[in-house]
Every structure is written in C-alpha cells, then in structure tokens.
C-alpha cells in the first residue's frame, strides 16, 4: 500500500486502462447506436399539355400544267357522200363489221361496208368498200363510185411489223359541162372512167433498236388509166421510200429520207413519157422540251435535172406547252401524173405533157390552246413556184380542161385555224386560207386555183345515242378563160352540209345526211354545176355488237 501511495495518479490510470484492454475474457461484440437507409430523391416529373392544331379551312391552290393534246385536221373540202360515224381510235382491236344503206333523191343507191379480221396482238385485217350511183337533174350529170380496199398488220417480233394494202378503185364521170347546152353527144362520147389497182408494202420497226436506228421502208405501185370514148390513156406509178432515223440521247437526232418516185405514161397514139423525182434529204433535228429545230437540205434530180432544195424550221414553246412560234424555210415537190391531176379536176383531157411543180416557201406563224379546250394557229408565207399545173376549157366546147404550166408563179398565203374540243361530245373546227398569185409567168391568170376558202365543221353528241355533224364549204371564184381567150373570174360558193345518226339497237343505226342546205348552184369548175339540194338516208347494221 505504501508503494501506491507513491505511485502518481496519472500512471495509476494508465496501468488501469492497459489492464481493461487487455480483457480476453469477454466475448467481442459490435453495438450499434443506429441504423441508415439509403432513400433515393424522388425524380421531378415534366408534365406535357398536347394542344391540338388549329383547323386550317382554305382550300389548297393546286395548279396542274398539262399541255392539250390536239389533233391537227387538215381542212379539206368536204365529200357529198355520207360516211359513218367516227369511233374513238384508241380503242382496243375488235373484229366487227357493218353495213350501210342508202337511198336519196341523188344517191341511187349508196353501200358501204367493212369487215375487220385477226385475232388482235399480232395481226390485223381490215376489208372496206363503198359504192354509189349518182344522178342530177341535168342530162349526163352522173356520176358512179366502186372502191374496194384490203389492208393487212403482222407483227413479225417486238420491235418489227410489216403492212400491205391493196386497192381497186373505178370512176364513172360524164362530161356534160358543154356549151352551148343544146349540142348533142352519145353517152360514149361523154361517158369518162378512171380505173386505179394500186398496193403498197410497208416494213417499220415500231422503236429504235439497240444502237438507236428507226427505219420505215416503203412501196407502192399503181396502174392508172383514163378512158374517153375511143381515147385510152394509161400511167404506171413507183414510189420508193426508205426514211432512217438515229437518234443520240433524248435531244438530238439524224434522219436521212431517200425517196424515188417514178412514172411511165402512156398517151393516145403517141410515144411514152418517162416521168422521175428522186431526192435524198440527209437532216439534223434538236428536240427539248421548249426548242425543235429541224435543218436539213435536199438535193433532187428532177428528170435529170438538179436542184437544191432548203428544209430549215424551227419551234419555240412556253413552258406549258400552251403558246408555240413557228418559222420556216423548206422546198418540195408535187408530183406532175395523170393520176394525181384527175383527182384534182375529173372533167381534164389527157395531158400531153408531164411536169413536177417544184415549191420553196418561207413561213413564220404561232399556235397555242386555251383553257384546255381551245386552240388557234396562224400562219403567213411566201413562196416561189416552179411549173405550176393550171386548167383552162378546151376552146371547142368547153366540156373539158387542158393542163397548162405556168413557168414560174409567186404566192403570198396567210392561213388561220381554231378549234374547241369536248371530250367525244362535241368538237368544232374552222379555218381560212387566202392566196394572192402574182408573177404569173406564161399564164395571164392562175387559172382553176381559189384566192380564197373557208372551211368549218361541227361534231356534236346531243344525246347518248343522238349523233349531229355539219360541214361548211365558201370560197370566191377561181379565174377561167372564155373561148374567145378572155380571163374571167368565177363566182362565189357557199356549202353548207348537216347529218344525223341516231342508234336503235346495239345493232342498229338510222342515218340522215343533207347536202348542201341552201341549193347553192355553183361551180367549183367552170361550166360544171353541182347537184343542189340532195337529201340521203338509210341505215347501217352493226354486227357482232356485244
């Protein structure tokens, strides 16, 4: 005890608290005051309020450019005879046929008829003929008509198809234009027919094969003649065409046309006369959506003869197809035959002599369409002709025209055309042309030509199976020469045509036409009166109608 007494208090708690650690008699435990719970903060949500979108009530402009597609009619003095009504092209191949009939106050009798053959993808036949008998009120004022026409399509592969047609046509015109009209003739004597046995064979490849090369060779031949009482003429015609096309891209192209078109005429008791065209027209064509240019020249031998021939003309458009300008410069030939001059005047005598016109024209003009309905083009030219075919009354009687040539002949032409289209409902079209001949070497008058022609025609659809047509025929006269040698000018013709067709059955159509409404008496030829007011009816069976 004395020793502790000794010892300092700080020591004596030291050893005390060295003796408690070093306990190891207790058992080790871990006490705990307490306890943590991790807890996550809770997430802020983003609330999201949809709104709907405002009603928008303004209609939408939406403007479509699409160019009318318009079918350019040649306006063409319209036939006295009736023809059926005119089915929509684009439909597809059917084998149908029809029958039409007729009787009128003219017309005594009139037929017509088509038969369409093959089995429709690769190939097609097609038979049509048509005949009538005709007679005025003056005597020999007759006329009769006999066509029968076989045409045939095969389609050899994809890109080739071949076609042939073959034809017979024959004519009865009597020459009863004489004067004085109190001159006495046999029926023989007056009586003149033109007989025609023509074929052509067609080879085309339907699009450009693998190096871009289109072809379209072509052959007709024709045996023509013309009788008049004991005079007997006959014409053999060959026309050769072999156009090929290379095209470079979608822009520009190469055509090159070789063309031989060659006559051997056979005259009354006189020698042959050869008669041969040939021409070759290598050209160069840049095609876009706005520009066309076509530029080309042609070298031609005319029995021999050569001459240099322009073929420049060229097309701007607007951007929707709606306004186009025009303008050109091109040479051509027509044709000088037998053949082609009696379908211009039936009441010529033989010609003694064969010529080919030789044309250069220089045009400028515009066209373009209207709200998608209507369209309009004008056109004014100038051209320069090279024996031109005229027809003046023989100095005997006057019954028939010889063919005369003018050496050289200047025309100033300006023409205009409109047009409204419906649909297949209703479709109208009209147009002027007005000729001034100058310069008229050889000739004192351009004897036979008109200065001057309008020309209409109306297709309407009234009812659903109510068909209404009209044509209009106007023109001042053409200049004709007396006996005596005098120039004259012929007068005015006014042509005012109407039809109607109307369907019964599926089978069955009841047909009206009326020609020339207002019984204008003129003469489109000088001494030659037409018919007047003929009235033609009848009906046409449709077979195979389904």
Known sequence: MKVLKHIPFPV???????????????????????????????????????????????????????PQQNVTVPFQPGSLSPVAFTTDSILGWRNDQYLKIGVGNVHLPYVKGGISLGEGTKSFFSISGEYYSSKGRLDYQKNNLADLQLRGTFKLDEIHE?????????????????????????????????????????????????????YSPRLTIAAFSGKNDDRKATENNLVFELPVKKTF???????????ADLTRYNPTGKESIKNNLVYVEPALFLKTPNLFVHTAI??????????????????????DQRFTVQAGWIGYYNKGSYQRFASINPWLAEPERLLNTRVQEMYAGFKGSLANHFTYSAKASYGQEWNVNLFVNDTVDGKTFNTVYSPKMEILKLHGEIGYTLGEDLSFSGGVTYRNFSKIDGQTRAWGLLPLEVNASLRWKVLKDLYFKSDLWAWDGAAYQTKQGEARKGETGFDLNAGLEFRVTKGLNLWLQMNN??????????????????????????????
């Open 12 to 66: 004596l708690l030291l050893v005390s608290s060295f003796a408690f650690s070093q306990d190891t008699s207790k058992r080790k435990t871990i006490e705990i005051t307490s306890t943590f719970k991790p807890v996550l903060r809770e997430p802020v949500k983003l609330n999201f309020s949809a709104v709907p979108p405002q009603a928008d009530s303004s209609k939408p402009n939406l403007a479509y450019a699409i």
């Open 162 to 214: 071949l076609t042939g047609r073959v034809g017979f046509k024959g004519e009865d015109y009597f020459l009863y234009g004489y004067r004085p009209d109190t001159l006495e003739f046999t029926k023989t004597q007056i009586k003149q027919r033109f007989q025609t046995a023509d074929a052509t064979i067609d080879f085309r490849s339907t699009k450009p094969n693998e190096y871009g090369i289109s």
């Open 249 to 259: 891209g979608k822009s520009f192209g190469i055509d090159i046309d070789f063309t």
């Open 298 to 319: 042609i070298p031609s031998w005319d029995n021999k003869v050569f001459a240099l021939l322009p073929n420049i003309l060229a097309e701007l458009t607007t951007n």
């Open 517 to 546: 409404l207002f019984n204008n008496r003129y003469e489109r030829w000088n001494q030659y009166e037409v018919y007047g007011f003929n009235l033609l009816g009848g009906v046409v069976f449709n077979f195979n109608q389904k």
